[in-house]
């Protein structure tokens, strides 16, 4: 299977598990809590209000909620590659500086999308090529304002056996049966536990982050279960002639 088939497989099996996604990740301990607190992070970043924030891989728009709460006054634009996510977030009350838009991250160069303040990307570098991560990270640097700031949030257990134990339990004893009696299908659950095996490990996130452009880059770990498992890294687009005055300061 080439990497266009991957990725078409992979949204398809985000459009049939739409309808019940949200009662799987709220039975998820600490899922809409650790959103909040990333959202919450990005918005004691922010210098404009109103801000204008993207929302990258929104899905069914629990991120986009949890920024909607954080930051008020924002407008926020939701970016997914799922139709079925997009239509379960377009059905939601939203107030009117709330829209979404139904493309890849991999596209975002091309959207139009007004420069933004900040940017969400909550569980979606995994689910990228390694190549893509880089591209996406670009272009994130390139659509955000001089001072902007990146929020992702992300599970990654690579490097760390304890992690990885953690990881494997929780999916084979809880996720993936749980899906099962949810919706009858464990394929994106499956999805899930490989995907974040096979990622990066925090240290290459953080590297991937730096080669894009960003600076000021921020780790934190969660607590609970998932110590070890959850990260959130924040980063900050440098204001105009600070990341050359930086590079001509390290040559010499």
Known sequence: MDELDARAGLDLAFDRAAARYDLLTGLNP????????????LAGRLRSDPAVLLDLGCGSGSSTAALARAIPRARIIGVDASA???????????????????????????????????????YLLRNLS???????LA????ELRPGGWL???????????????????????VVIPLSWLVRGSP????????????FDTTDQVAARLAGAGFDAVEHRR?????????????????????QDAHRRTASR
């Open 30 to 41: 600490g899922y809409h809590r650790h959103l909040a607190a990333a959202a919450d992070a």
């Open 84 to 122: 079925g996510m997009l239509a379960r977030a377009r059905a939601k009350p939203w107030p009117a500086r709330i829209d979404f838009v139904h493309a890849p991250a991999q596209r975002l160069p091309d959207l139009g999308l007004p420069r933004a303040d900040g940017v969400m990307a909550a």
């Open 130 to 136: 390694p190549d893509d991560r880089d591209a996406v």
């Open 139 to 142: 272009s994130i640097h390139a």
């Open 151 to 173: 929020v992702v949030q992300e599970y990654s257990v690579a490097g760390r056996p304890l992690a990885v134990l953690t990881w494997d339990l929780v999916c084979w004893l």
């Open 187 to 198: 394929r994106l659950d499956r999805d899930l536990w490989r995907s974040v095996r096979g």
């Open 222 to 242: 969660a607590g609970g279960w998932q110590r070890g498992v959850l990260h959130t890294f924040l980063a900050r687009r440098p204001f105009e002639g600070t």
